[in-house]
């Protein structure tokens, strides 16, 4: 629960633009005002959300120049696939960066003597809405519908129905992500959404059951680059993933075959050094 204080620079950073980013990064901001403000003003919060979303963009340009200087780029990529293949590589170059970077940060803080509790098979997270961008939803819905990724095509379905709100006060069978196994595992994993490989705790994992634990304080770890290069994907056009999913699943069309050969040519030349 946020307290008072918290809640009114969090109200003010949003009134000022600072929009669609993760409970983690706002608190992170948070922390940040408390730390160096006496008195938060309207005024300094503009600030500090012109700051925030000036780094975004600016790493979200930084991806996109980086897939336009690869070899495949430059050399096999038709001129009338680039406009949908841009973004869509720019995810993928994004999802690489944040990996690397959540595993170098996740290095120091381990050896700093923070315990990470998050684990295999504690699916408690995926149980909870999940933003991410029209770019995302779209590579998600190409891996479904050329890959031969499993979903359970039901269950999305009845998630049609609920917002944010209603998504956390439903119950745990229904929020349950349309990717999680009956193993609890993830069938997604490698092309999961950027808030999903940003997100981690270190408080015990029983607390994230927030069925059984609901009101009980939940410890996320929040490193500052990682939900930066997240929030390329989640500030801009962001929304819940079993909308975006199904919008852009029932949008594909024969065309989208030849961006996901392309896509994955495109993958498979970096992992060859070409």
Not at 14 to 38: D, P, R, Y
Not at 134 to 163: H, N, R
Not at 191 to 204: A, D, G, L, Q, T
Not at 216 to 244: D, M, N, R, Y
Request: glycine letters at 6%; aromatic letters at 8%; charged letters at 20%.
């Amino acid at each position: 629960m946020l307290n008072s204080r918290t809640m009114e620079i969090q109200n003010l950073l949003t009134a000022a633009g600072l929009v669609n980013l993760s409970s983690t990064m706002m608190m992170i901001v948070s922390q940040h005002v408390l730390l160096h403000f006496k008195e938060f003003t309207f005024e300094d919060a503009v600030g500090i959300a012109n700051e925030i979303n000036g780094s975004i963009s600016e790493r979200a340009l930084h991806m996109r120049n980086w897939v336009q200087q690869t070899p495949y780029w430059r050399e096999s990529v038709p001129e009338k696939l680039r406009g949908k293949l841009l973004p869509l590589l720019a995810v993928l170059a994004t999802h690489k960066a944040l990996d690397q970077e959540l595993s170098a940060e996740l290095k120091k803080i381990r050896e700093e003597g923070v315990k990470i509790s998050c684990q295999k098979k504690c699916s408690f997270c995926c149980h909870y809405p999940v933003s991410l961008s029209d770019t995302e939803a779209y590579y998600l819905a190409l891996m479904l519908k050329v890959g031969g990724l499993p979903i359970d095509e039901e269950l999305l379905e009845a998630q049609q129905s609920l917002g944010s709100a209603a998504w956390m006060l439903a119950d745990s069978e229904k929020t349950r992500c349309v990717f999680l196994s009956k193993e609890k595992t993830c069938m997604v994993y490698h092309s999961r959404p950027s808030s999903c490989r940003s997100y981690m705790v270190s408080s015990s994992p029983e607390f994230c059951d927030q069925d059984k634990y609901r009101g009980q304080k939940v410890e996320g770890i929040g490193l500052l680059e990682v939900e930066l290069l997240s929030s390329t994907q989640s500030s801009f056009g962001g929304g819940l993933l079993p909308h975006k999913l199904k919008k852009a699943f029932t949008s594909l069309t024969p065309e989208d075959l030849e961006v996901f050969v392309h896509m994955t040519s495109w993958h498979k030349s970096l992992r060859v050094g070409n």
